[in-house]
């Protein structure tokens, strides 16, 4: 989307490198992972280059062949999908791959050694990648069912469920200090500090709470 050729390269051309299965496995390799879906991003935030089979040092026979290949896609009306997790691609795409390499010289037999090795590879990483998707849409559902969200901290989740799992059965805070009260619920309680000056810490740190807040834990006001 939005390739211009420069000057001296062959538009047909540098269509075949730009859909050929090095380009997409570049891609992998310079991209930048977006989501857990496999997704790749090398536009301009990215800032990656990456190097493509070069439309300049393809001649001969291989150079008509790229285009005819190109030629049979766009008739074809849809791009020929990525070799599938077992490392099978389709016809239009193992032509076109094969007419570019022929175009750069490389001969038959290191074609058929060169474009197994590329197939298979993207085969294992497409495996992967949509191993951990089903993962992580079985784990969605479940979270589904439990009446949650990803937009919901799963600390702060697990939490509340805990408390509310044990809420029935615990006795309420500090309750034992309280003499003629039957129910009592003390919350944030406060601890009296009447004299703080020869209370030491126990050790120094400073902690961070989830509103972003610090605490030094050695401040003489930390009873606060």
């Keep these: 989307v939005g390739v211009e050729p420069s000057e001296g390269v062959d538009a047909e051309l540098l269509g075949a490198a730009l859909n050929s299965t090095f380009t997409i496995v570049t891609r992998l390799m310079e991209g930048v992972a977006t989501g857990n879906e496999g997704a790749f991003d090398v536009s301009a935030p990215s800032v990656r280059v990456m190097r493509i089979p070069d439309p300049r040092k393809m001649t001969g026979p291989g150079s008509a062949a790229a285009k005819a290949a190109l030629a049979a896609i766009l008739a074809d009306g849809v791009l020929p ?10 016809q ?14 490389v001969s038959a037999g290191d074609i058929a050694i060169l474009l197994d090795r590329v197939y298979c590879a993207y085969g294992r990483w497409r495996r992967a990648v949509e191993d951990v998707e089903d993962m992580m849409q079985e784990h ?5 069912r439990r009446g949650g969200s990803r937009l919901v901290d799963p600390v ?31 919350v944030d309680p406060v601890i009296p500090q009447e004299d703080t000056s020869n209370q030491q810490a126990l050790f120094g740190a400073v902690v961070r709470d989830t509103t972003g807040a610090t605490l030094n834990l050695s401040h003489p006001d930390r009873l606060r």
């Design 156 to 186: 702060i989740r697990a939490a509340r469920t805990v408390h509310q799992e044990m809420q029935p059965s615990l006795r309420p805070l500090l309750g034992e200090l309280a003499d003629s009260v039957e129910m009592c619920e003390i």
């Design 81 to 90: 999908p990525a070799p599938d997790r077992n490392g099978n691609a389709s």
């Design 92 to 105: 239009l795409r193992r032509q076109l791959d094969d007419a570019v390499l022929r175009a750069l010289g």
């Design 140 to 144: 969605r559902r479940a979270l589904a």
